[in-house]
């Protein structure tokens, strides 16, 4: 899969203008499912049950609906192989792949900053 250049006008790029096509995109990628899917398929193929599996407390309907934002843009790539039943599986494409390193980020200051956001979060709440 090779990247292209946007090419569309700089207002379709703003993020922080409500209408833009950049802003649509983070809105997708940047929910807590996208980013658990990305952190689960990695550099793995995996079944839709083998994902639902993996992710504690994703139903069947988000899980389903988060695929299918990512399919189409362009995130994970979605194979269906004809058996019966259908054999389909998920792998993370090169967009995707690129996403892991944000989402390791992500993880790794969620874990580096726990106890802050906790004691914080009492003193805030007594």
């Known amino acids: 899969m090779v990247t292209e250049q946007f090419r569309g006008s700089p207002k379709e790029a703003d993020l ?6 950049a802003r649509e995109i983070f809105s997708d990628v940047a929910n807590k499912w996208a980013l658990l899917i990305i ?3 990695d550099e793995r193929t995996l079944r839709f ?3 639902r599996h993996e992710i504690q407390g994703i139903s069947h ?3 389903t609906q988060n695929l299918r934002m990512m399919e189409r843009n362009g ?10 039943p259908p054999r389909v599986e998920y792998t993370l494409t090169e967009p995707g792949r690129a996403l892991r390193g ?6 790794g200051w969620t874990h580096q900053y726990l ?3 906790e004691a914080s979060r ?4 007594a």
């Open 115 to 117: 106890g802050h956001i």
């Open 61 to 63: 309907k988000m899980l």
């Open 49 to 51: 049950s083998e994902l």
């Open 75 to 84: 995130l994970v790539e979605r194979s269906v192989h004809p058996t019966v």
């Open 102 to 107: 944000i989402a390791d980020g992500m993880c």
């Open 122 to 125: 009492r003193r805030f709440d």
């Open 39 to 41: 952190n689960v398929l």
């Open 16 to 21: 922080t203008r409500a209408d833009s096509l």
